[in-house]
């Protein structure tokens, strides 16, 4: 199985700032890379696919980029709705694997 | 507008069997390419992909538990379900029901809230 390795942990922002979260995968998965954001109540929702493509709805304030097995999740400006849980999960090839996730929380 | 949403016991015994039940709106599992999936997520496993079923009744399971699980459809009443055997206390967990995105099916655009499931004796 593909091990994806995500960090940081737990990060610490203010609204305004930006802020990147990482994601390594064991071994290639192409572009193949999605970003979703898991908020308390609500269901997870996705951000990114295809390591670059926003998906539709989503903010321009997110970003997503790759450079061979690393993953980037950029969140430009952070508003306050953008504080919570994120997950990265490679979808290149069964069975699909998930980062461990990374808490962003208000500074 | 797409939903999705699971039901299911809440509690079982170790050894049990689980029967997961998702109930969707907004697509038909009779549509060429669609899929529904299952994810859970536990405190100590974080989120693991279990199975996805296609419109033509493919079906792939997580080799880690494929002995264990059965995904299963019912087109006209826009259901899908999860059966888990031999369930342990392991196995307690949010399970949520997902719709595969893309060419693949391989990521997930719609999630459901989730059901958690505990299993205790």
């Known amino acids: 199985d593909v091990q994806m390795t995500q960090s940081p942990y737990n990060l610490a922002a203010s609204p305004g700032e930006s802020v990147s979260i990482n994601c390594k995968a064991s071994?290639?998965?192409?572009?193949?890379l999605a970003w979703y954001q898991q908020k308390p109540g609500k269901a997870n929702k996705l951000l990114i696919y295809?390591?670059?493509t926003l998906q539709s709805g989503i903010p321009s304030r997110f970003s997503g980029s790759r450079s061979g097995t690393d993953f980037t999740l950029t969140i430009r400006s952070l508003e306050p709705e953008d504080f919570g849980l994120y997950y990265c999960?490679?979808?290149?090839?069964?069975?699909?694997?998930f980062g461990s996730g990374t808490r962003l929380e208000s500074k | 507008q797409v939903t999705l949403k699971e039901s299911g016991p809440g509690i079982l015994q170790p050894s049990q069997t689980l029967s997961l039940t998702c109930s969707f709106s907004?697509?038909?599992?009779?549509?060429?390419?669609?899929?529904v999936g299952w994810i859970r997520q536990s405190s100590g496993k974080g989120l693991e992909w279990l199975a996805n079923?296609?419109?033509?009744?493919?079906?792939f399971y997580n080799p880690t538990l494929k002995n264990r699980l059965t995904i299963s459809m019912d087109i006209s009443n826009n259901r899908a379900f999860l059966k888990i055997i031999n369930m342990d206390p392991a196995d307690t967990a949010t399970y949520h029901c997902?719709?595969?995105?893309?060419?693949?099916?391989?990521?997930?655009?719609?999630w459901g809230q989730g059901v958690m499931v505990t299993v205790s004796s």
């Open positions: 997902v719709r595969g995105a893309g060419p693949a099916r391989a990521y997930f655009d719609y």
């Open positions: 907004g697509f038909s599992l009779s549509t060429y390419g669609m899929c």
């Open positions: 079923i296609w419109w033509n009744d493919d079906k």
């Open positions: 071994k290639s998965i192409s572009k193949y």
């Open positions: 295809d390591g670059s």
């Open positions: 999960q490679q979808h290149n090839e069964f069975p699909f694997t």
